[in-house]
């Protein structure tokens, strides 16, 4: 089969095989160190919530959320075995798990302290989407005999877009980007594009150090939702559109408990960047959010547990995005000119930003194109 024509292969030397070795710890010097806040005080005083995590390994800590509802929250200060947020459900007679993480270590984490609160036969794991940070320690569950469900386009789309980077010259992909930033217009820009090519490069560097495992339970989206039974718990599985085209989410409507996956990330500027995100179908999903109570936790794919007051966050800079790159638009500003001066306002200063060009900037492109752009 034809992997991509676009890449060239690189031959196997003693050098490429160092060099591949040392992506892990190139990513961990690169990743944005956000030190994960505390639980908000409303959650604090939930007595769905427990106060102290079942396991707090640093990377990542597991939290009661719910009967037989668990969080797994990453700290991408302290490690970076998850990323991602995740988390698992057992009921009397099965367990489902939730996500693949990044690395086998973190959904082995995840699978072992199930494993010391409920022996119940494990139904499957889910990925949310197809994003490396939640799919490539896949193979853990694979080697374990754990079904792997998603999104019926997951596993074309982890093929597609990491598949094809395995074996190849990093300068390859990385090259053009590295050109485009040292040809930027501006000091913004230049700033926004070298960014952007370091953190391809880091997801290069997962890409090969990563066995790849592709989901073998596709879920498709026209028959969902689906309703799971675990014994005196059911999950709901559901899709949505927003982040990536592949989103899923798992709701236990008895319990009001959602696991959003990456179409919430809490005090994060949202992900936008994919071929296949929405933002008219994504803001039009995080209402959905909302409509389902004051009540609901929510597990974001990235950042703190958090309340409906996390899913307003994504709205609200949803919305500042929208009213600066109006004014570009009505300018006349060229959408890739506007993609870099967004100005953060005084009040979402202490929101994250994971690269620019993955977030804010695809953010503007594409509400120019909704907004009729050519
Ligand atoms: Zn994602």
């Known amino acids: 089969m ?30 944005p160190l956000i030190p994960l806040p505390s639980l ?23 939290r009661k959320v719910g009967d037989g509802l668990y969080a797994t929250i990453s700290d991408t200060s302290k490690g970076l075995n998850t990323i991602c947020n995740g988390g698992f459900l057992h009921g009397k007679d099965a367990a489902l798990l939730i996500e693949g993480f990044v690395s086998p270590s973190g959904a082995a984490f995840q699978h072992e302290t199930l ?61 053009p980007l590295e050109a485009q930033a040292k040809n930027a217009k501006t000091e913004v820009a230049r700033k926004h594009a070298a960014e952007y090519a370091a953190t391809l490069g880091n997801i290069f560097g997962v890409a090969n150090a990563a066995v790849l495992a592709l989901p073998n ?15 005196g718990l059911t999950a709901v599985v559901e899709a ?65 547990i958090c309340g409906p007051e996390g899913v307003q966050l994504s709205l609200d800079l949803f919305d500042d995005i929208a009213l600066q790159a109006e004014k570009f638009y009505k300018a006349g500003v060229p959408a890739e000119d506007a993609a870099d001066q967004y100005i953060v306002p005084e009040k979402f200063r202490g929101v994250a930003i994971f690269a620019w060009n993955l977030s804010i900037g695809p953010t503007i492109t594409k509400l120019y194109k909704e907004w009729g752009a050519k």
């Open 240 to 304: 949505y559109p927003g982040h990536s085209g592949t989103d899923i989410i798992v709701r236990v409507p008895a319990q009001n408990v959602v696991y959003a996956g990456d179409l919430l990330f809490n005090n994060m500027y949202p992900v936008t960047f994919d071929e296949q995100a929405s933002v008219s179908g994504w803001r039009s999903t995080l209402k959905t959010f909302l409509s389902w109570g004051k009540d609901i936790i929510f597990i974001p794919g990235h950042g703190q």
């Open 40 to 62: 908000a005080e409303s959650l604090a005083s939930d007595a769905r919530v427990a106060q102290t995590p079942v396991v707090d390994k640093g990377f990542a800590s597991v």
């Open 217 to 231: 339970r596709p879920l498709d989206p026209a028959k969902l939702p689906v309703n799971m039974d675990l014994g």
């Open 115 to 175: 494993r010391t609160l409920s022996k119940a036969p494990i139904m499957g794991a889910i990925d949310t989407h197809y994003h490396y940070d939640h799919s490539t320690g896949n193979s853990y569950y694979g080697a374990n005999g754990i079904s792997l469900w998603a999104h019926a386009n997951t596993a074309k789309r982890i093929f597609a877009s990491y598949a094809a980077m395995q074996g190849v010259e990093k300068s390859v992909i990385i090259g």
């Open 2 to 31: 034809q992997v991509s024509g676009l890449y060239q292969r690189t031959a196997y030397t003693r050098r490429s095989f160092l060099s591949r070795a040392s992506q892990w710890s190139a990513l961990a010097a690169a990743y």
